[in-house]
């Protein structure tokens, strides 16, 4: 029982150093190129990092709260392994999402700079002042 309980730890533990969120290299890439013009790598705010950590203290509401109202689906997944792996999953869960919830933040904002009418007007004026 004791090499179940170490193996299910380790294994949490591996994930959360992680995070379950990544970006792709064009999105490193992008976040890059925005810093250069002054922009924060999270200026769009949808998921608060220290809101998710702290409801996964509950068993796995931490990502029900990153799944809802994102593209991050699998969030329910994980909502649903930090449930049934509770309470030992608060060892990983808690930082897993605050790493996860920052993740999706810098998505969000890339997004909002590459898509978003708004946001792509504010990026050519930013580039057009450094020019």
């Known amino acids: 029982m004791r090499k179940v309980v170490a193996t299910v730890v380790l294994v949490g533990w591996v994930v959360s150093l992680s995070g379950c969120v990544s970006l792709s290299r064009s999105e490193k890439t992008m976040l890059r190129e925005l810093e250069g013009y002054g922009i924060s790598k999270t200026e769009e705010k ?6 998710a950590g702290a409801l996964n203290l ?3 509401i931490g990502n029900f709260y990153l799944a809802a109202g994102t593209d991050e689906g699998s969030q329910a997944l994980y909502g649903v392994l930090n449930l049934l792996t509770w309470p030992l999953s608060i ?10 919830a ?3 933040n810098k998505q969000e904002t890339i997004y909002y700079y590459q898509f978003n009418p708004q946001g792509k007007k504010e990026l050519e004026a930013l580039k057009a002042q450094q020019n």
């Open 46 to 51: 949808v998921k608060s990092a220290p809101l």
């Open 102 to 104: 920052g993740t999706i």
């Open 58 to 60: 509950l068993p796995g």
């Open 91 to 100: 060892l990983w869960g808690v930082p897993q999402a605050a790493i996860d």
